[in-house]
């Protein structure tokens, strides 16, 4: 079945660096754009960045530009976020998801237009 699973959160320091991994199966992983949202305790989900399936675009959210990082290895199967600098407010449970259309022209930063989601993975940043 389609399913998206994320990995690599954990506790780190303010300043720190995680890497998140997200590994899908069950659909043509190359045909869709990949996101990571995050939603922290009593917020509402937010965009953080977003990778088309080709590779070729990319879209961060303001707050985290210039200290996060998405790519995707179509041949894996995967997508990863590298998080560098890691603040207290990037507390949060991060979410990787598909894009609800297959070879989206554009980068979508909503999370309506997203239909697969994992089940995601907790980054905690102490202060």
């Known amino acids: 079945q389609v399913q998206l699973v994320e990995s690599g959160g954990g506790l780190v320091q303010t300043g720190g660096s995680l890497r998140l991994s997200c590994a899908a199966s069950?659909?043509?992983?190359?045909?869709?754009?990949m996101a990571w949202f995050r939603q922290a305790l009593g917020k509402e989900r937010e965009f953080v960045a977003a990778?088309?399936?080709?590779?070729?675009?990319?879209d961060y959210a303001d707050s985290v530009k210039g200290r996060f990082t998405i790519s995707r290895d179509n041949a894996k199967n995967s997508v990863s976020l590298q998080m560098n600098s890691l603040r207290p407010e990037d507390t949060a449970l991060y979410y990787c998801?598909?894009?609800?259309?297959?070879?989206?022209?554009?980068?979508?930063?909503?999370?309506?237009?997203?239909?697969?989601w994992g089940q995601g993975t907790q980054v905690t940043v102490s202060s």
């Open positions: 990778i088309t399936w080709s590779a070729l675009g990319t």
């Open positions: 069950g659909f043509t992983f190359g045909a869709y754009t």
């Open positions: 998801a598909r894009d609800a259309r297959r070879f989206s022209r554009v980068v979508k930063t909503t999370a309506a237009q997203y239909n697969v």
